[in-house]
């Protein structure tokens, strides 16, 4: 199985680079997280979600996205599986959804993989560089369950 | 007199309005653009270290930090007193090239396809690229590879997509690696098959569009751009050049510290975006175009043999001086076809992995302007600083604010050909907010509907009743 891992925000608004981060973090780790599986791993750390992003989500099997989230509780995680849109229109030039992506995967480029979001609850999204206590304390557990995600049987 | 007003214009970079103005029988007496956002960047600056200025003001834009970047250190280049090496000018151009064939690509396939290739008398629900994915597939495909390679150029040279902090005062801060210039030059075949796909449908199409060609922004102006001591084009550096509607070349080889003899800014009191103006002719009438086909018609050829062929068949089609707004679609294709060339060029050159790349200096000058052509047109940068280099004043004329006043006399060419003051139809406004996006602006980085217009439509009598409306609101 090969698995897809994007992390996108802006790194200089405090939590807002929580994706961006913590994907660079899994990268890091992945060995020890996924064991073998590691190696059909890609990572992908963004500003923003593009529409080239289609192309590798239809490459992979699997593929998590890791966002900040201002309605969680800073650290807290919330897991959902991505359902590809139906209309899939091209709604903000600067915001593709992962809903659109997941679409246009399957649309232009043949298949459609599973698609999961991981939103992490964030404190701060003021202009700064790092992440807030809560939020970096959460970290760890974020790292196992992105792997959890990614080695699911079934998800 | 009554009021068409559409806002916001879409499937544009930033916020603007369009209000068109009817008399009383119901003609269409004036039509503006309204740009709507103060952004502060001449002003917040002051006090800032010059050397901070690339950085600073590649945030004016996130789809052409680049171009912003180049002319900003070209402006500190010219405080420092500095030459460039060789290869660090030419990386810079390299750059450049990839960020023109993004944008460019965006432009065409993202904002303005869907227009030329679904119709612009289309459903809204199809005309976007939606639709254009359900019609040509393969076209849409196209299009995300034509733009994700131009953004690799950028990602590989500068590592960041997205204001990268290579492009330096003095040149860019570290010299190109062997296996990017490898990977470049590999992904260059494929860009050009898709380019050269889209020139072929494109004019293959244009024939059915001779309304839009007689009536988008068709009228004599000046066009502007720079060129070459030989009269080729030139992103990066070269002279400013001036040509009238005859062809005939009324200012040439203007150097950028010169750039105030022959351009002045006027202020009107209904949008943010200043009018700059040929001054020699005085305001109005010194309303000049930038950008892609303004670009082809100011210079003389672009040195490149495929763009250059290219710019011949243009030529032999739409004369020596094209004035249709609705041709910088087709510009805009030709000046990808010459960014792929010239990039190849550049990679090839003997020094371009050269470990020389940038020239220090401390502030020699207290006063510097940078002119660097952005995908949509001439973009300026010129600061003054004190003795510590700190940055006393800055104006910026931006790419897109060249363009104002011949926008403006655009959508009021379009208003009054496509617009019926008592039919408020789809298909006319469309063409309304069309004659906008022919010239690509960047108003600034915000986000906006695409497809699905969130438009407000109010038509209001003299006496300000509201005599019709039209509201669509997309779903997000």
């Known amino acids: 199985m090969n698995y897809l891992?994007?992390?996108?925000?802006?790194?200089?608004?405090?939590?807002?680079?929580?994706?961006?981060?913590?994907?660079?973090?899994?990268?890091?780790?992945?060995?020890?997280?996924?064991?073998?599986?590691?190696?059909?791993?890609?990572?992908?750390?963004?500003?923003?979600?593009?529409?080239?992003?289609?192309?590798?989500?239809?490459?992979?099997?699997?593929?998590?996205?890791?966002?900040?989230?201002?309605?969680?509780?800073?650290?807290?995680?919330?897991?959902?599986?991505?359902?590809?849109?139906?209309?899939?229109?091209?709604?903000?030039?600067?915001?593709?959804?992962?809903?659109?992506?997941?679409?246009?995967?399957?649309?232009?480029?043949?298949?459609?993989?599973?698609?999961?979001?991981?939103?992490v609850g964030a404190a701060s999204f003021e202009f700064h560089e790092g992440l807030s206590p809560k939020v970096e304390e959460a970290v760890p557990d974020i790292l196992k369950e992105i792997a959890g995600v990614f080695l699911a049987e079934e998800v | 007199m009554r009021d068409i007003v559409i806002d916001p214009v879409t499937r544009i970079e930033g916020h603007a309005k369009i209000t068109i103005h009817l008399d009383d029988k119901g003609a269409v007496e004036d039509a503006r653009l309204h740009v709507t956002q103060v952004r502060g960047f001449e002003k917040f600056c002051e006090g800032r270290p010059f050397y901070e200025m690339p950085s600073l003001m590649a945030r004016i834009c996130g789809i052409c930090p680049i171009s912003h970047l180049l002319a900003?250190?070209?402006?500190?280049?010219?405080?420092?007193?500095?030459?460039?090496?060789?290869?660090?000018?030419?990386?810079?151009?390299?750059?450049?090239?990839?960020?023109?064939?993004?944008?460019?690509?965006?432009?065409?396939?993202?904002?303005?396809?869907?227009?030329?290739?679904?119709?612009?008398?289309?459903?809204?629900?199809?005309?976007?690229?939606?639709?254009?994915?359900?019609?040509?597939?393969?076209?849409?495909?196209?299009?995300?590879?034509?733009?994700?390679?131009?953004?690799?150029?950028?990602?590989?040279?500068?590592?960041?997509?997205?204001h990268p902090s290579w492009i330096v005062p003095g040149g860019v801060n570290r010299p190109l690696d062997p296996e990017v210039r490898e990977r470049i030059l590999a992904g260059i075949p494929e860009a050009m098959k898709i380019t050269e796909g889209a020139l072929k449908l494109l004019k293959s199409i244009v024939g059915e569009f001779a309304e839009e060609v007689e009536h988008f922004g068709n009228f004599d102006s000046l066009h502007m751009g720079l060129v070459e001591p030989d009269g080729t084009l030139n992103f990066y550096d070269g002279g400013m050049r001036f040509r009238d509607a005859k062809g005939k070349i009324i200012a040439d080889h203007i150097p950028p510290e010169a750039y105030a003899d022959y351009i002045g800014e006027a202020v009107v009191p209904w949008s943010y975006l200043k009018m700059p103006y040929y001054k020699p002719q005085g305001y109005p009438d010194g309303l000049y175009r930038v950008g892609p086909l303004a670009r082809l018609n100011a210079a003389d050829k672009f040195g490149t043999p495929k763009a250059d062929k290219e710019l011949k068949e243009f030529r032999k089609t739409y004369g020596p001086v094209a004035k249709s707004s609705f041709l910088f679609h087709y510009a805009r294709l030709i000046e990808i076809v010459f960014s792929l060339e010239k990039l190849e060029q550049l990679l090839n050159a003997e020094n371009i992995l050269d470990k020389r790349v940038r020239a220090e200096a401390g502030v020699n000058f207290n006063e510097g302007v940078g002119i660097s052509e952005a995908p949509r047109g001439t973009l300026i940068h010129h600061y003054k600083v004190d003795d510590d280099g700190l940055i006393t004043w800055a104006n910026l004329i931006i790419a897109t604010g060249n363009n104002n006043l011949a926008i403006n006399k655009s959508i009021k060419q379009v208003s009054q050909h496509f617009v019926d003051g008592d039919n408020l139809k789809e298909g006319a406004l469309n063409r309304v907010e069309a004659v906008v996006r022919a010239y690509d602006p960047c108003l600034s980085c915000s986000t906006h509907a695409l497809g699905q217009m969130p438009m407000q439509l109010q038509l209001v009598s003299p006496a300000g009743e509201l005599l019709d409306e039209m509201n669509r609101m997309p779903d997000v």
């Open chain 1, 5 to 119: 891992l994007i992390g996108y925000g802006n790194a200089l608004r405090g939590d807002d680079g929580a994706g961006p981060l913590i994907a660079e973090r899994f990268e890091a780790e992945a060995a020890s997280l996924m064991g073998e599986a590691a190696r059909t791993l890609k990572v992908v750390v963004l500003p923003q979600l593009v529409p080239e992003l289609a192309e590798g989500m239809a490459l992979a099997d699997r593929v998590v996205l890791i966002d900040a989230a201002h309605n969680l509780k800073p650290g807290k995680t919330a897991v959902r599986r991505v359902t590809p849109a139906a209309d899939a229109s091209e709604k903000r030039i600067h915001a593709y959804d992962p809903s659109t992506l997941a679409a246009w995967a399957g649309s232009l480029y043949g298949k459609t993989p599973e698609v999961h979001i991981i939103a």
């Open chain 2, 72 to 162: 900003s250190s070209k402006a500190c280049d010219a405080l420092m007193g500095v030459r460039l090496p060789d290869a660090g000018a030419k990386l810079r151009y390299v750059v450049h090239l990839g960020q023109m064939i993004q944008s460019h690509a965006l432009s065409f396939f993202h904002l303005s396809a869907p227009d030329l290739l679904l119709g612009m008398d289309a459903e809204p629900a199809v005309r976007n690229v939606v639709g254009l994915i359900q019609k040509d597939p393969e076209l849409a495909k196209q299009g995300i590879q034509l733009r994700k390679f131009g953004q690799q150029i950028i990602e590989w040279l500068a590592r960041e997509r997205v």
